[in-house]
Structures are given as C-alpha cells and as structure tokens.
C-alpha cells in the first residue's frame, strides 16, 4: 500500500509540473514572437538554446511518467496479479522511450 500511495501523490505532482511546463512551452511557441512561422529550421534553431532543450526535456520526461504511472495503475486495478511485472515492463519502456527522445532533443544543440 504504501507504495502505491506514493505513485498516487507522484502522479498528483507530476500532472502539476506538466500544467506548468506546457504552459511555458506554450507561452513561448505562440506568444515571445507570434508573427514568426514555426517551420522545422526555426524549430532547430529554437532548440539550440538550453532553456527550450529543458522545457522540452520536462514535457517529455514528465508526460511519459505520468502516462506510464496512470497505465500501471490501471493495470493494478483490473489485473492485481500482473501489477510488479506490469511495473517492470513499463518502467523499462519509459527508460528507452525518455532516453531516446532526450537524445533527440540533445542533438539540437550540437548541431551545426
């Protein structure tokens, strides 16, 4: 129990964080300079700057634990026997996933 009650409170934090983060994210796509088109070029160029890479990160980071930890818990409630393996699969699937996609975000400030 005590377990699951922590993934409860983490889930409430994490979905403020997100509110947070995509409402910067947000601000700054549509509102710093809205008369820019936002084209791929623009976008690469936008994401040479540490702070979009973190916001990015956030998102991303953020957006899949919260996913993850909403379909475990689903998965606890219909399926109680399959709950630690769920969590496994799951957390190994949030590792690759955050992984790859931060090393996409990465890239962009190393890109010439």
Not at 19 to 33: E, K, Q, T
Not at 96 to 106: D, K, N, R
Request: net charge positive.
């Amino acid at each position: 129990m005590k377990g699951s009650l922590w993934a409860w409170i983490i889930q409430r934090i994490s979905a403020v964080l997100l509110l947070v983060f995509v409402a910067v994210h947000f601000g700054i796509m549509h509102f710093v300079d809205p008369t820019v088109e936002i084209t791929f070029i623009d976008s690469s160029l936008r994401l040479k700057n540490t702070l979009y890479v973190i916001v990015d990160s956030g998102l991303l980071t953020l957006g899949l634990f919260h996913g993850l930890n909403g379909i475990r818990a689903i998965i606890n409630d219909y399926w109680p026997r399959a709950g630690r393996t769920a969590s496994y699969v799951l957390t190994v699937i949030g590792i690759v996933a955050c992984g790859w996609g931060s090393t996409a975000l990465f890239h962009f400030l190393n890109a010439k």
